[in-house]
C-alpha cells in the first residue's frame, strides 16, 4: 500500500483528501504544516508527497525544495496544489522541485488519476545501459541526466518528459501525446503544461537543452541527436 502525505492547511480540504484517497486504497499522513510533515518524513519515507503552496510557517515551496535537496527524498514524486490559476505560480512550483501541480478547485477523481501515473511511472523498471552523446550523459538506472559530468537535477516529471522525447527522436511528438503519455490521462486543463516543462527543461539542461530540444511550430517537440 502506498504512503501519500497531504500537506494542507484548510481542514476541510485536508480531511476531503484523506478520505477520498484511503478510499482508492492508499495510506494517507495529513498534515497542517509543512515542517511536521518533513520531521516525519526523516523517519519514514512517503511514497509521494501532495503540497499546498500556501502554508502557515514554512510554505509548500520552501519545503519542496528540502525534499529535493536530501540525498534520501529527491526522489519522491510531488504534487503541488494552488489557489491561483496563473501560469506563474505553475512556473515556480515546478522550478522549485515539484513533478506536477493541480489548481483549487479540482476533482478528486482528477488528482487521483494524477497521484497513479507519477506512482506507476516511478515504480518502473529503468534499463540498466548508461547512454553517452558528446557531453550529455544519460543513466536510466539512476535516473540521472550529466552534462559535461555535472548532474542535472531534474524533477521526476523533467526526467520522464526528456526520456520519452529522447526514446522517440525518429519524429515530432505532439502536445497532445506528450500530456496523454506522460501524465498518464486526458487533460483538459491547463494546456501550457507541456510548455511550461519543456521551459525548466531546457534552462536546467543549458545549451544542451536548445540544442537537442527542438520546438516543431503548431506541433509539439522533437530531440534531435547530435552528431556522433
Known amino acids: 500500500m502506498e504512503k501519500i502525505y497531504i500537506i494542507e492547511d484548510d481542514e476541510n480540504i485536508r480531511e476531503l483528501l484523506r478520505v477520498a484517497l484511503e478510499g482508492f486504497g492508499y ?29 502557515p510557517g514554512m510554505d509548500g515551496l520552501s519545503a519542496i525544495k528540502i525534499i529535493r535537496e536530501d540525498p534520501i527524498l529527491k526522489t519522491i514524486p510531488i504534487i503541488c496544489l494552488t489557489a491561483k490559476d496563473k501560469e506563474l505560480d505553475a512556473v515556480i512550483g515546478l522550478d522549485a522541485g515539484a513533478d506536477d501541480y493541480i489548481t483549487k478547485p479540482f476533482g ?26 558528446k557531453s550529455l550523459e544519460i543513466n536510466p538506472k539512476a535516473r540521472e541526466v550529466r552534462v559535461d559530468n555535472n548532474i542535472v537535477e531534474l524533477t521526476f516529471k523533467e526526467y520522464e518528459l526528456f526520456m520519452y522525447l529522447f526514446e522517440n527522436n525518429s519524429r515530432v511528438v505532439s502536445r497532445d501525446e506528450l500530456l496523454n503519455q506522460i501524465w498518464g490521462y486526458e487533460y483538459d486543463g491547463e494546456s501550457r503544461t507541456v510548455d511550461i516543462h519543456i521551459r525548466t527543461l531546457r534552462q536546467k539542461l543549458g545549451d544542451i537543452g536548445t540544442t537537442y530540444i527542438k520546438t516543431i511550430r503548431s506541433v509539439g517537440y522533437r530531440f534531435i541527436k547530435a552528431e556522433e
Request: aromatic share 4%; charged share 40%; hydrophobic share 45%.
Open 27 to 55: 495510506k494517507i499522513m495529513a498534515y497542517e504544516s509543512a515542517e511536521s510533515a518533513l520531521e516525519d518524513m526523516k523517519e519514514i519515507k512517503p511514497d509521494m508527497a501532495v503540497f499546498d503552496i500556501m502554508l
Open 108 to 133: 478528486v477523481l482528477e488528482l487521483a488519476a494524477r497521484i497513479r501515473s507519477l506512482l506507476r511511472r516511478s515504480t518502473k523498471d529503468d534499463k540498466d545501459d548508461v547512454i553517452k552523446m
